[in-house]
């Protein structure tokens, strides 16, 4: 069992930076693909990023390629959405998720094993 726990939200003007953290304690993260999903006020949550156990292969929503970057580093159990030149659509509850891979990294849906509570992150115009 691995416990997920995010930080690094905030507010932000349009155009700034944040970027979100995702520790995990129990089992080691190493064991998991990783995502990044966000749920806006009255709308479901939605796919943002995925990664694979070592990190070296991401995938992403069309909303955040190019501006997100998902990244873990399993010697510390953590992983990260780096998020730059952010919009205000892009407020929302941030969460991770972890699970064992049994989709492949192309996989958008929410059928993931852990996830966190998540983070606000506010964008100001």
């Known amino acids: 069992q691995v416990f997920l726990v995010e930080s690094g939200g905030g507010l932000v003007q349009a155009g700034g930076s944040l970027r979100l953290s995702c520790a995990a304690s129990?089992?080691?993260?190493?064991?998991?693909?990783m995502g990044w999903f966000r749920q806006a006020p009255g709308k479901e949550r939605e796919f943002v990023a995925r990664?694979?156990?070592?990190?070296?292969?991401?995938y992403y929503a069309d909303s955040a390629r190019g501006r997100f970057t998902i990244s873990r580093d399993n010697t510390k159990n953590t992983g990260y959405l780096q998020m730059n030149n952010l919009k205000p659509e892009d407020t929302a509850v941030y969460y991770c998720?972890?699970?064992?891979?049994?989709?492949?990294?192309?996989?958008?849906?929410?059928?993931?094993?852990?996830w966190g509570q998540g983070t606000q992150v506010t964008v100001s115009s």
């Open positions: 129990g089992r080691g993260l190493g064991w998991y693909f």
């Open positions: 998720a972890a699970d064992q891979g049994d989709y492949g990294l192309v996989y958008t849906g929410a059928r993931y094993d852990y």
């Open positions: 990664i694979n156990r070592s990190g070296g292969s991401t």
